[in-house]
């Protein structure tokens, strides 16, 4: 079975930091490119972040310079590092695989930016 769980959400002052990681079981991580996807309150899908089995890093013009995305294939673990964060970037937030489609999704975890 498939699994992906988030954790490492929660409340943060904007400017603050976060690090959500994604555990991942039931298939074979490192032969997948993984995403982070968000969904603020209220709105679509927004694809935030990429990384390809190589390690290529893609990202979304809002959180360019800002985040981080980065892998531990040996943990099956996805991880996504949130620095200088705004209230825009309140959503809860998504990992999915990325082979050639969003086929699986873990159940999100909520990020909050707020004073």
């Known amino acids: 079975e498939v699994q992906l769980v988030e954790s490492g959400g929660g409340l943060v002052q904007p400017g603050g930091s976060l690090r959500l990681s994604c555990a991942a079981s039931?298939?074979?991580?490192?032969?997948?490119?993984m995403s982070w996807v968000r969904q603020a309150p209220g709105k679509g899908l927004e694809w935030v972040s990429a990384i390809n089995g190589g390690g290529s890093t893609y990202y979304a013009d809002s959180v360019k310079g800002r985040f981080t995305i980065s892998r531990d294939n040996a943990k099956n673990t996805l991880y996504l590092q949130m620095n200088s964060l705004k209230t825009e970037d309140t959503a809860v937030y998504y990992c999915?695989?990325?082979?050639?489609?969003?086929?699986?999704w873990g159940q999100g975890i909520l990020v909050t930016v707020s004073s």
């Open positions: 039931g298939f074979t991580f490192s032969s997948y490119a």
């Open positions: 999915a695989t990325d082979r050639d489609q969003f086929e699986y």
